[in-house]
């Protein structure tokens, strides 16, 4: 017998729905538990898309300061909606303090703003021990603030508002993964008329606990197309964008991103109209893509998300007296940059960057070409491996799942190859970002130390993993091997009897007793 179903509401639009309460509920009771293999975020998470960023704000940065000598009084503020996790952002700022140092950029000043609407996610990154240098440098400061509410931006350190008298120069707003996660219209149009879609929730009894949904995959969806009202939006802007569809269509559904757009139209207002928007998500970038789509998937991960239309946003910008760009179709996510109150022809290093990391090789890509390599890494050489860590920034995810086949190629590796890891594996040690469940990427550079027969340095490794993550039978006893093959016997036997406490039935660990104590 089918289980008795609760009607949780009926017809209503898409951006009334309950769905996007359940979703801040979702993100607000899990904190940062949300990113330990649930929501997925690495491909807008990595040190590639972290360096792209970094690339097109100093690139934006710097010929606003060669055009406004002055404005190097005041910070460039970096916005970021719906932080989650803080490692995009960590990787951010290390390409922004890099790059500035390289480019000797002493005078330009940047002040990067994680945000989110939960205070969960707030106090993780105020502890976050990657985080706490840019802390003290003053170039980091968090704001609660929800996108979705038009709320003053009170800086949680530094103790500013940021408004239209505090925001002197552009404002950079970074918005990966955020969209296809906020609140949303959809419509349907066919024959030049545009109608729109209304959804209904139910779930079965038995999803509810104490009156609340347990697990938003249990949510049954339906749908169904109605007169669209006159003036559906207030908005002039947002209406003319949405006439504009009536006639482009044959036959489709399309969303609208309306919380979005009302999030970059309070913060136009906050900039003093001068904005650029940084978005990477998965979408719809063309008319072509939009057309003869049904209604948008909802697709569950913990939390939901549907397909972006960047086209909007794009249009959005264009009617604010801006401009966009958007990544040219290609598989994977797509990214696009919005100016407002900004013209490209007077930003020569802004057009560069895009050029390079828009249109040229994007995060697309190198998502791309990184799953390529993470289907095929056992029969890639130690050179080739070795050249897609350089590609990535030396990204410790990509690291964990070739470190094994690495060592393995190390006997027959050539010199070279081995040196070049070995002088570039703090780099993979330095983009570590400590989360709930992450992976010990630090042991696994111990590891590589220990089988180069480096000792001191895999010591220095099997210690921060040893800090990080406890110690573990593996640490304590590699630590004694190292130490005891570094002339320091003492140290070597110290860490055996420990790791023998862990495992006192261990045959190994018994003969290294003996054989040290023995001299």
Known sequence: MPEKQRIIETKVPLSRSKLWQFQRDYFDKQGIEAWSHQVPFYVTSNPYIAK???????????DWLAQHPESSHEPFYILELGTGSGRFSYYVLKQLTELQAELNLTRLKFRYVMTDFTLNNLKFWQEQPQLRSFIRSGVLDFALYNLEDEQPISLINSKVSLNSSTIKNPLAIFANYIFDTVTNDCFYAHDG???????????????????????????????????????????????????SYKTKFKDTHFLIPSGGLKALRYLMKLANGRTLLISSDKGYSNLKELDHNPFPAITFHGSFSMMVNFHALAEYYKLCNGSAVIQSPRQGIRSMLGLSELSLADLPNMRLAIHDYIQGFSAADYFNLHRRISDSFKECS???????????????????????RINELLPDAEPNTVDYLAE????????????????????????????????PEAIKYYHQSEKYFGDSFNILYNLGLCYYYNKQSAEALDYFYRAQEKNPEDVKVKEWIEFVKKG
């Open 382 to 404: 130690a050179a080739v491996l070795a050249s897609h860590l350089q590609l990535s920034a030396w990204d410790p995810q990509i690291f964990q799942k070739i470190a094994r």
């Open 193 to 243: 008329k545009l109608q729109q879609c209304v959804i209904s929730l139910s779930a079965a009894e038995s999803q509810f606990e104490n009156e609340q949904l347990k697990n938003l995959e249990a949510l049954q969806v339906t749908h169904e197309v109605v007169d669209l009202p006159k003036n559906f939006y207030e908005d002039p802007i947002f209406y003319e964008l949405l006439q």
């Open 52 to 62: 792209c960023y970094a690339r097109l704000v100093m690139s934006l940065a710097r």
């Open 424 to 455: 570039n594996m703090h780099k993979i040690a330095e983009n570590f970002y400590f989360m709930p469940k992450a992976y010990d990427t630090l042991f696994d550079i111990g590891y590589f130390y220990h089988a180069i027969h480096d000792y």
